[in-house]
């Protein structure tokens, strides 16, 4: 039977990466996925012939000094993408803001819409420190524990104090910049969400900057879904299982085993794109067990999500910007929050919109405890209330879709926990918030040798971007021929 050198479980974005990453490096990789698609939380899936993006539908990241670019670039694959002019359409109370991605025209929205704000300050402070930061990042990988940050402080002690100075301040101090505007408050507070899955008031000032800055930054449209970013960059792998589930990972003489629904494979190494809650159930080794239970003690406040997808009728949403974010002041109903995410596919994009519609992904926070033992016709009634509160909602901020929405329906923590596999339904990675991260936060390591981790439960944490970073930390750590050609990438 043939060792692969590497074994991937899971073929999402870090899944698929990490393995496109070592097919280039001409390592003998396997990749796994329990679904037909690529993509996890950022996957395109199809119901009824039309196409609705699962989760992830915002892609940043792209330009330097950010790693999805540099990782595109690396690999040399060009998805079909288009870059937005505005990031995201913002209405909360009476308010619609555009966040341009052009600077002078984002300043200039804001200071319409918040008298007497800093505007200036706060965007400048964000450009300029949000840039500090990823430079220091990129020299500070690989990050492996306390002695990277000695190692660290040692050869760069400014930036290291510069880094404990934003980790010691609180993401709260970007409300100093907006003078007590409720909706500004409202709006930062969601962005930061979003971002980061914890509020200004949870976060450090460092993860308020890269989570504030994402409006900043530009932000890309993928053509076809966001699988097909995903896809595009799997062309680089030559071997891939789809429709795979590895049901358990054993150590045996001195290799692994992967016991899989289509057979037993061996590795030498494994990757698990599975979350931290998740290898309890998954490897056969008591150590890595335990450390999962422990997971579950210290990692137990995490996010799940609601959302509803559906098709619009072109006609009616040609105005509207491609990603919108309602922010109300009441949330949701069964552990939702306040915020509604609204992506809708390009018009242009003749996979997403066809036949006269185009695809709607709509997605919010949710507590994933209130969706634990509920009985089926309870969970059958709390779906068409969800779906009907959400629609409400649109409705009243954007007239223009009533009778445009149809056949919509709605995912819950427990479709992530069953077409992901995700534990409870988690999603959004372990929050970087103050209380984890960094110095509490997973790192990409297991206690058995040759087992690691990628995805949104270790460092850095969640979307496209986190986990990029994530992937490219591990190899940095692991694989020597990487630290060679990633300095010239
Ligand atoms: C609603 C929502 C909206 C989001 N919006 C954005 C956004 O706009 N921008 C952004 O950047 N991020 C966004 N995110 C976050 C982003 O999608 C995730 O952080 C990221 O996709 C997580 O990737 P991952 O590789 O960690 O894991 P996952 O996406 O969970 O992928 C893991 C994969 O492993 C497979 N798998 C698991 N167990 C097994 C097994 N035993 N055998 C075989 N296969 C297995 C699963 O099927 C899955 O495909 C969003 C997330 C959600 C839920």
């Given at each position: 039977?043939e060792?692969f050198?590497?074994?991937v479980?899971g073929?999402?974005?870090g899944?698929?990466l990490a393995s496109a990453?070592?097919?280039?490096?001409?390592?003998a990789?396997?990749?796994?996925e329990?679904?037909s698609?690529?993509?996890g939380?950022?996957?395109?899936f199809?119901?009824?012939?039309?196409?609705?993006?699962?989760g992830?539908t915002?892609i940043?990241?792209?330009?330097e000094?950010?790693?999805l670019g540099?990782?595109?670039?690396?690999?040399?694959v060009s998805?079909?993408l288009?870059e937005?002019?505005?990031s995201?359409q913002v209405?909360?109370?009476?308010?619609?803001?555009?966040?341009w991605?052009d600077?002078?025209?984002l300043l200039?929205e804001?200071d319409?819409?918040f008298?007497?704000?800093?505007n200036y300050k706060?965007?400048?402070?964000?450009k300029?420190?949000s840039?500090?930061?990823?430079?220091t990042l990129?020299?500070?990988?690989?990050?492996s524990?306390?002695t990277?940050i000695?190692?660290?402080?040692?050869?760069?002690p400014r930036?290291?104090?510069?880094?404990?100075l934003?980790?010691?301040k609180?993401?709260l101090?970007f409300k100093?910049?907006?003078?007590g505007?409720?909706?500004?408050?409202q709006?930062l507070d969601?962005?930061?969400?979003i971002t980061s899955?914890?509020?200004?008031?949870?976060v450090s000032?460092g993860v308020a900057?890269?989570?504030l800055s994402y409006p900043?930054n530009?932000?890309?449209?993928?053509?076809?879904?966001?699988?097909?970013?995903?896809e595009?960059i799997?062309k680089v792998?030559p071997?891939?299982?789809?429709?795979t589930t590895v049901f358990?990972?054993?150590?045996?003489d001195?290799?692994?085993l992967?016991?899989?629904?289509?057979?037993?494979?061996r590795?030498?190494r494994?990757?698990?794109n599975?979350?931290?809650w998740n290898?309890?159930?998954?490897?056969?080794?008591e150590?890595?067990?335990?450390f999962?239970r422990?997971a579950?003690?210290?990692y137990s406040?995490?996010?799940s999500a609601?959302t509803l997808?559906?098709?619009?009728?072109?006609?009616?949403?040609k105005d509207l910007?491609?990603?919108?974010?309602?922010?109300?002041?009441?949330p949701?109903?069964?552990?939702g929050?306040n915020?509604?995410?609204?992506?809708?596919s390009l018009?242009?994009?003749?996979?997403?919109s066809s036949?006269?519609?185009?695809?709607l992904?709509v997605?919010?926070?949710?507590r994933?405890?209130?969706?634990?033992?509920?009985?089926k016709?309870?969970y059958?009634?709390?779906?068409?209330?969800?779906?009907?509160?959400?629609?409400?909602r649109?409705?009243k901020?954007l007239?223009?879709?009533?009778?445009?929405?149809?056949d919509?329906f709605?995912?819950?923590?427990?479709?992530?926990e069953?077409?992901?596999?995700?534990?409870?339904?988690?999603?959004?990675?372990i929050?970087?918030?103050r209380?984890y991260f960094?110095?509490r936060?997973?790192?990409?390591f297991?206690?058995v040798?040759?087992?690691?981790?990628?995805?949104d439960?270790?460092f850095?944490?969640q979307g496209l971007?986190?986990?990029?970073?994530?992937?490219?930390?591990?190899?940095?750590a692991?694989?020597?021929?990487?630290r060679k050609?990633w300095s010239?990438?």
């Open positions: 039977m060792i050198d590497y074994a479980v073929g999402g974005v899944g698929v990453l070592l097919s280039k490096l001409g390592r990789v396997i990749l796994f329990s679904l698609y690529l993509g939380c950022a996957g395109t199809k119901k009824d012939g039309f196409n609705y993006n699962a992830a915002t940043t990241g792209l330009e000094p950010m790693p540099k990782i595109l670039s690396f690999l040399e998805p079909p288009k937005h002019s505005i995201m209405l909360v109370k009476d308010k619609k803001i555009n966040l991605s600077s002078e025209r200039q804001l319409n819409n008298k007497g704000v800093a706060l965007l400048s402070e964000l300029i420190s840039n500090k930061l990823w430079q990129w020299k500070f990988l690989p990050f524990g306390y990277s000695l190692r660290f402080f040692l050869r760069h930036e290291t104090i510069q880094q404990v934003w980790y010691a609180s993401g101090a100093s910049y907006i003078n505007h409720q909706d500004y408050r709006l969601y962005i930061s969400l899955q914890g509020f200004l008031n949870e000032y900057l890269l989570g900043i530009k932000t890309y449209y993928s053509f076809g879904g966001v699988s097909n970013l995903i595009s799997a792998i071997t891939i299982y789809r429709k358990k990972v054993i150590k045996a001195g290799h692994f992967l016991e899989t629904s289509k057979g037993q494979f590795a030498k494994v990757i698990l599975t979350t931290i290898l309890e159930d998954l490897v056969e080794i150590s890595v067990k335990e999962s422990q579950k003690r210290v406040k995490a996010w609601i997808y559906a098709k619009v009728r072109k006609e009616y949403a910007s491609s990603h919108i974010l309602i922010l109300e002041e009441e949701l109903s069964f552990g929050t915020e509604l995410f609204l992506s809708f018009p242009e994009d003749s996979i997403m036949e006269g519609y185009l695809s992904t997605s919010t926070h949710a994933p405890e209130l969706w634990e033992n509920v009985k016709e309870e059958s009634m709390r779906k068409e209330l969800i779906k009907e509160e959400i629609l409400g649109i409705y901020k007239p223009a879709l009533k009778g445009a929405i149809h919509a709605v995912g819950t923590p427990k479709t992530f069953k077409y992901t596999k995700r534990y409870k339904g988690l999603v959004g990675g929050p970087m918030v209380k960094p110095f936060y997973p790192l990409p297991t206690p040798d040759g087992l690691f981790l990628v995805g439960t270790v850095p944490g971007l986190g986990v990029s970073v994530g992937v490219i930390n591990l190899l940095l692991i694989e020597k021929d990487f050609c010239y990438a």
